[in-house]
């Protein structure tokens, strides 16, 4: 089956930078959406960036559009989230999730996307 694990969260000061993996297993992967999403306490989860794991274009909510970078190491089965510039507002718990799309596209809705990770915790202080 398919698993997901995120890692490399952690407290950063506003201003620094993380980035978090998320290594995929289970599934040979081609077909599907990669995305990154987070979640604060009190809010729904929300789409941050995306990717099909074939490449390709790259989306990001606009709140982090010039400062996260999703990419993926095809050979190492790896999704990666590159966030600089962090701000307080970017604290969250951030999940990695695979939609399998075999007719391309990617959405953004949690409900499109079949696989989550546990979510690693990021902390963001001013």
């Known amino acids: 089956q398919v698993q997901l694990v995120e890692s490399g969260g952690g407290l950063v000061q506003a201003g620094g930078s993380l980035r978090l993996s998320c290594a995929a297993s289970?599934?040979?992967?081609?077909?599907?959406?990669m995305g990154w999403f987070r979640q604060a306490p009190g809010k729904e989860r929300e789409f941050v960036a995306g990717?099909?794991?074939?490449?390709?274009?790259?989306y990001y909510t606009a709140s982090v559009k010039g400062r996260f970078t999703i990419s993926r190491d095809n050979a190492k089965y790896m999704v990666y989230l590159q966030m600089n510039s962090l701000k307080p507002e970017d604290t969250a718990v951030y999940y990695c999730?695979?939609?399998?799309?075999?007719?391309?596209?990617?959405?953004?809705?949690?409900?499109?996307?079949?696989?989550w990770g546990q979510g690693t915790q990021v902390t963001v202080s001013s």
């Open positions: 990717m099909r794991w074939s490449g390709g274009n790259t």
């Open positions: 289970g599934r040979a992967f081609s077909s599907y959406a």
């Open positions: 999730a695979a939609d399998y799309r075999p007719l391309g596209g990617l959405g953004s809705g949690p409900n499109e996307y079949d696989y």
